[in-house]
């Protein structure tokens, strides 16, 4: 059986296909008396689609994480990964085996869209959720410039920006929209956290947070 996970959350069923492109991005030139030559790149970023189905209800044959979740939940969650604007990772565990088996999608992605389904006759509590990913590379500690254009092409460079060595806070006081999946991500620097903050802190979930709560971070 597969397992699909997305920035630590792990949905219950494992969707039926998962597609991962991966463009090139070649340039075809057509030279005088020469015929079309072709330019070959470096390959460009994956991009993943898949459609996930959250359960209303606890099914014996789904996976839970923690146990069993409502799907306002996973909805929460997509929602925090979106605002945040930080890469996740997407994980797919084949035949319940470890990331050392032999084929398994170990990807650091960005959440470009999520749409919900609903369809009464065919899902009944249950929804839909197609999910749009696109590979990340990690340029972390540079800063992208932008740089003249020349001949209509705009070109970028990237800079190595100065760390901070300000002290990281040891609380947190909940504002409103705020989910543990966003605070682990901002406060700690790691969404994957977000279950460390929920246990130590005795939280019921992840999502139904009292604004003006003051929560530890460690």
Known sequence: MYSFYLGGILFPIAPAKVDIKTKNQNKTLTLINEGEINLLKDAGLKEITFTVMI???????????????PIQFYISMLESMKKLKRPVQ???LRNNRTLASIYNTNLTVSLEDFHIIEDAESLGEDINIS???KEYQNQTGKLLKKL??????TKFALSKVRTSNKAKPKNYKIKEGDTLLLIAKKQLGDEKKWEYL????NLPNAVD????????LE
């Open 148 to 153: 003249v254009s020349v001949a209509g092409v």
């Open 55 to 69: 359960p209303g209800r606890k099914y014996p044959f789904a996976k839970y994480l923690g146990g069993f979740l």
């Open 90 to 92: 997407f994980i797919v």
């Open 209 to 216: 947070l009292e604004i003006g709560r003051v929560i530890r």
């Open 198 to 201: 929920m246990k130590i802190n």
């Open 131 to 133: 999910i749009s990913l």
